[in-house]
């Protein structure tokens, strides 16, 4: 299982409940987490999966963005 963090612009809570139902579709619930609390709303992804750009693709459709933190 691989873990890969994004720079997102979900910034809050109400962010995170409208973007869930479609991340936990998509990304499997539980594999996934938000820190509002850093700078970059560091989103955390566990995958054997799904490349980058997939889950970049997932965070697009729920309405939001992401780029991969190096």
Excluded: H, Q, R
């Excluded at 890969?4 to 612009?9: A, D, I, Q, V």
């Excluded at 995170?16 to 955390?44: C, H, Q």
Aim: glycine share 6%; net charge negative.
């Amino acid at each position: 299982m691989e873990t890969l963090k994004f720079k997102t612009n979900i910034k809050c809570s109400g962010c995170i409940s409208k973007a869930t139902p479609t991340l936990d579709e998509k990304l499997g619930k539980g594999n996934w987490e938000v820190d509002l609390f850093t700078l970059k709303k560091t989103l955390t992804v566990s995958s054997s999966e799904l490349d980058e750009n997939e889950i970049i693709s997932i965070v697009n459709e729920a309405g939001y963005t992401a780029e991969k933190i190096s």
